[in-house]
T-cell receptor, first 111, second 112 residues
Framework: KQEVTQIPAALSVPEGENLVLNCSFT??????LQWFRQDPGKGLTSLLL?????REQTSGRLNASLDKSSGRSTLYIAASQPGDSATYLC??????????FGSGTKLNVKP | DTAVSQTPKYLVTQMGNDKSIKCEQN?????MYWYKQDSKKFLKIMFS???????INETVPNRFSPKSPDKAHLNLHINSLELGDSAVYFC???????????FGPGTRLLVL
């Protein structure tokens, strides 16, 4: 059974700091790994997708890395802003269609 | 211009009742999903339909029955609601050649 773990569960940082969110998974036979953002009372928004053959993906201030052999991914957020405050969810995808989500890291960026 | 919409947004009901949640997507996607997010924020897949056919059916009580009248709609009917059914239910969709999913805003179900 696939398990996806995210550490830390919550994180509070002052504005401007760089930060790292962690995701680990038990079965390394993944199709891809995705990072989502969830704002309170809203659905999920896709941020980054890393194919199983890739090591990292970048979008603006976000950089996601993948180490499939060790079952780990990190989401790096540079120069954090209050607007980055949200819950960040990692999803490990198998067989193209089956998504397994972690429980998320709740990020609070203080002005 | 909502891509994936769900109704209702909130649902408060008594134990034992039967209720339905509706989902519609206007993205032209072939695949739709239902997820349950519990109080600990774990998001777990329940069902997936591809072009009106059921392709994923996780271990879900048979009180839950999905119905897809066409590929733009995936509804979820729940019979004999229990306290443990209280959660946020998310609908999502994905295009044939796309690798990510687009989520609806969620339906917050509270069973009293």
């Amino acid at each position: 059974k696939q398990e996806v773990t995210q550490i830390p569960a919550a994180l509070s940082v002052p504005e401007g700091e760089n930060l790292v969110l962690n995701c680990s998974f038990t079965d390394s036979a993944i199709y891809n790994l995705q990072w989502f953002r969830q704002d309170p009372g809203k659905g999920l928004t896709s941020l980054l997708l890393i194919q199983s053959s890739q090591r990292e993906q970048t979008s603006g201030r976000l950089n996601a890395s993948l180490d499939k052999s060790s079952g780990r991914s990190t989401l790096y957020i540079a120069a954090s802003q209050p607007g980055d405050s949200a819950t960040y969810l990692c999803a490990v995808v198998y067989n193209f269609n089956k998504f397994y989500f972690g429980s998320g890291t709740k990020l609070n960026v203080k002005p | 211009d909502t891509a994936v919409s769900q109704t209702p947004k909130y649902l408060v009901t008594q134990m034992g009742n039967d209720k339905s949640i509706k989902c519609e997507q206007n993205l032209g996607h072939d695949t739709m999903y239902w997820y349950k997010q519990d109080s600990k924020k774990f998001l777990k897949i329940m069902f997936s339909y591809n072009n009106k056919e059921l392709i994923i059916n996780e271990t879900v009580p048979n009180r839950f029955s999905p119905k897809s009248p066409d590929k733009a709609h995936l509804n979820l009917h729940i019979n004999s609601l229990e306290l443990g059914d209280s959660a946020v239910y998310f609908c999502a969709s994905r295009g044939l050649s796309q690798e990510t999913q687009y989520f609806g805003p969620g339906t917050r179900l509270l069973v009293l």
